[in-house]
């Protein structure tokens, strides 16, 4: 796939958010180690992996070892678009899930 991508002169996006799940004893090999041949774009996300509906968590890794994307401005133009928050629902998701696991409706982090 990284071949034929760098033949066509384009990234490869790969969207890993399942690579914890793999058919029997076949390893997950992530595309991020092409990054030497095409540039790579991986995204992932936490409430896939860890099973936690609802939390918007995720992040993206570029893997591009000759800096076709820092170059293109690919990379800048992402991070312009990136959306960073903390916001109140999230630390009452963590609350909620602690207080179910340890029996407490106080502070979770105390015990």
Known sequence: MAETAKKLGILVIADEVYE???????????????????PVLTLGSISKRWIVPGWRVGWLVTNDT???????????????FL??????????????RYSKIRGSGLSPLRR
């Open 20 to 38: 914890h799940l793999t058919f029997r004893n076949n390893p997950f090999v992530p595309m991020g180690v092409f990054g030497h041949i095409v």
């Open 66 to 80: 000759q800096g076709i994307l820092q170059e293109s401005g690919l990379v800048e133009s992402i991070t312009s």
């Open 83 to 96: 959306n960073i928050s903390s916001d109140q629902a999230t630390f009452i998701q963590i609350f909620l």
